[in-house]
């Protein structure tokens, strides 16, 4: 199958190197502390945090920083797939530990001790790059509920298609079984938080998908702190200034 035209366009009409359109919303849920609706092109996750709060098991407690959980899942209908995926998969769980680890490195934990966040993430349409999406989404309602952040962690997808490198793959340039590469950054701190590769590449070409995967990272970087921006005094308000 042919993903990359002659003329150089891949099968939704974008060009290699062109991510798909991305949309964001603050405050999706009233009652958590913060909350956040993330899209990249067809795929829309949303997240949601808890706390800093008082650690529910105290066996689990840290005394120099925070306890960090994360939960990760699919709504039913969020492929069209009617095959039930039982909750609680090697997957789910995998990704949520992902998510996880990349959080800890982004939140400022010693700065609360004691106290646990609890972020919840749920793939409500899947159309490729779930992981890198439910990675935008936590942190911007990590964002939303005033959480201090060292930076904000993004995550953006490439693969190589066709002797092509592609930035932000949809679903069916995922599954179409080519090598893809999912990094995660601190854009600022200039620090790479998540590689994941499930297919080997030469090292030239590696580099190149990767440097297409950060560049991704900081462009996406720079729409959350716009959104952000924007939203100034409804983040104030939420956080009582």
């Known amino acids: 199958m042919e993903y990359v035209s002659p003329e150089g ?31 990249m092109g067809n795929t829309k996750v949303i997240a949601v945090v808890y706390g800093p709060r008082e650690v529910e098991n105290r066996s689990q407690q840290l005394n120099d920083r925070a306890l960090v959980r994360c939960e990760y899942g ?28 990349i959080l800890e490195a982004c939140i400022m934990t010693h700065l609360m001790p004691r106290s646990q966040i609890d972020v919840f993430v749920q793939v409500l349409q899947a159309d490729g790059g779930t992981r890198s999406a439910c990675i935008n989404a936590a942190t911007l309602a990590l964002a939303d509920a005033g959480i201090l952040m060292r930076d904000l962690a993004t995550s953006c997808s490439a693969g190589y298609l066709n002797r092509t490198p592609l930035v932000d793959l949809n679903y069916v340039e995922d599954s179409a079984g080519g090598p893809d590469v999912s990094v995660g950054i601190l854009s600022k701190m200039d620090q790479v938080t998540l590689l994941q590769m499930d297919a080997k590449l030469p090292m030239e070409t590696f580099e190149t998908v990767m440097q297409l995967a950060v560049e991704g990272c900081k462009k996406i970087a720079d729409h959350i702190r716009k959104v952000l921006q924007e939203n100034t005094k409804q983040l104030e308000y939420r956080r009582g200034v």
Not at 9 to 20: A, I, K, N, S, T
Not at 74 to 101: C, H, W, Y
């Open 9 to 39: 366009l891949r099968l939704d009409g974008r060009r290699p190197m062109e991510m798909r359109q991305i949309r964001a919303e603050l405050g999706a849920v009233a009652n958590a502390d913060g909350s956040a609706v993330f899209e």
């Open 74 to 101: 699919m709504a039913n209908f969020s492929t069209g797939d009617r095959m039930r995926k039982p909750k609680g998969d090697r997957r789910s769980t995998e990704i949520s530990l992902v998510i996880r680890q």
